[in-house]
C-alpha cells in the first residue's frame, strides 16, 4: 500500500501592523505559499488573525470601531488572490481570521480558522473555544488582552475532516494549551492537527521568561501530539506587531513528540516537513490504543464544573 506521506510547510509571518493594508498582507501570504509550492508541499498553514494586526490588544469601547478587523465573508475581495493562487499552485492552506456573522439575526464575533483544499475550497471550519484575557479594559497592564470582549466562545466544537489523505482538525492559539483540545480531536481518529498561534514573549500578568513562554507552548503542543498520536503545527505570528514581542518558533511536531522542522526567525518564514501519516498508526493501535487503555468509565469528573481553589 502507497505511505500518506504530505509535505507541510509551517508558513510563520512577522508582525502585521495596524495600517498594513489588506492586500499587502496577502500579497506576504502569496509570497509565502509560492515558497512552500515551489519546496513541494501540498499544505501550507498560516497563524490565527493572519490578515490584521492582533487587535485583542486594544481596547475600543465601541465594538462598532473594531468592525474593520474582521471578515464578512470568506473568501472575500482581499483574500481571493490566495484561493486563485492555491488552486494553480496545487496546495491547500490553513487561515486564521476574525469573522463576523449575522445568523439568527443577531450578530456574532469568532476567532476563526478554516482549511482549504485548492479544488474544493472550504472543507473545515473551526471557531476557537479557549478564549484567554479578559472583558473588561485593565489600564493598568501594557498592552490588553480583549479576546473574551471581541469573540464568543466558538460553537462548532473539534471538527476532525476527512482532507488531504487523513483526519485533519483544527485548533487556535491558547487552544493547543488544553489537553482536552488534543483529546476531542484525538478521540475522532485525527492525525494532523494545524493551530495558528499568537502569543506575547511576556505575558504582564506571570513573572516568566521568554525562555519559559516557548518551553511551555512547546511542552504543550508536543505532548499533545504524543498522547493522541497526532502530528501537530503550529504556526506563529511573530515579531514586534504594533509595540508588542511575538514569539516565533513554529514548529511541526511528530506523532513521536519530537519537533521535526522549525523556524529560526521572527519574520516571513516557512518550516517544511515531510509528515508519513502512516507514522500515526502505531501509537494509535499500541500505547495510546484508547478502546483498550482509556478508562472513560472512571472519567466522568471531566464533565463536572471544577471545584473552586479559593
Ligand atoms: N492568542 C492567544 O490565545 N494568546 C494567548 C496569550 C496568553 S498570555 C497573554 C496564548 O495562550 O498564547
Not at 490565527?48 to 494586526?53: F, G, K, Q, S, V
Not at 492537527?193 to 506571570?206: C, E, F, M, Q, W
Request: glycine fraction near 10%; hydrophobic fraction near 40%.
Amino acid at each position: 500500500m502507497m505511505e500518506r506521506v504530505l509535505r507541510i510547510a509551517a508558513a510563520q509571518m512577522g508582525p502585521v501592523n495596524s495600517g498594513e493594508p489588506r492586500s499587502a498582507t496577502v500579497g506576504r501570504m502569496m509570497g509565502l505559499l509560492d515558497q512552500a509550492a515551489d519546496e513541494g508541499c501540498t499544505l501550507a498553514v498560516f497563524p490565527e488573525l493572519a490578515l490584521t494586526t492582533f487587535f485583542p490588544r486594544v481596547y475600543l469601547a465601541d465594538l462598532a470601531d473594531a468592525d474593520g478587523f474582521y471578515e464578512h465573508d470568506m473568501p472575500n475581495a482581499d483574500v481571493q488572490p490566495l484561493f486563485d493562487l492555491a488552486r494553480r499552485r496545487r496546495i491547500g492552506f490553513s487561515l486564521g481570521y476574525a469573522e463576523i456573522t449575522t445568523d439568527d439575526e443577531a450578530t456574532h464575533r469568532y476567532n476563526t480558522q478554516i482549511l482549504v483544499d485548492p479544488d474544493v475550497g472550504i472543507v473545515a471550519k473551526y471557531r476557537k473555544v479557549h478564549l484567554p484575557g479578559h472583558t473588561d479594559y485593565r489600564p493598568a497592564d501594557p498592552f490588553q488582552n480583549l479576546e473574551k470582549y471581541y469573540f464568543e466562545v466558538g460553537n462548532l466544537g473539534f471538527p476532525v475532516v476527512d482532507a488531504f489523505g487523513g483526519r485533519v482538525g483544527m485548533c487556535i492559539c491558547n487552544d493547543r494549551r488544553w489537553p482536552e483540545t488534543y483529546r476531542m480531536m484525538g478521540l475522532n481518529g485525527v492525525e494532523i492537527i494545524v493551530l495558528g498561534y499568537t502569543t506575547p514573549l511576556h505575558n504582564p500578568r506571570a513573572e516568566q521568561s521568554a525562555e519559559l513562554r516557548m518551553f511551555q507552548s512547546r511542552l504543550c503542543m508536543q505532548a499533545g501530539a504524543y498522547q493522541n498520536s497526532t502530528f501537530v503545527v503550529g504556526v506563529a505570528k511573530a515579531g514586534r506587531e504594533d509595540g508588542v514581542d511575538l514569539m516565533g518558533g513554529s514548529c511541526i511536531i511528530h506523532p513521536d513528540g519530537r519537533v521535526i522542522a522549525e523556524t529560526s526567525g521572527v519574520d516571513d518564514e516557512i518550516a517544511v516537513a515531510d509528515c508519513n501519516l502512516d507514522d500515526c498508526l502505531n501509537g494509535k493501535a499500541e500505547e495510546f490504543n484508547f478502546e483498550r487503555n482509556r478508562r472513560p468509565e472512571l472519567y466522568g469528573g471531566l464533565l463536572a464544573p471544577h471545584r473552586s481553589i479559593r
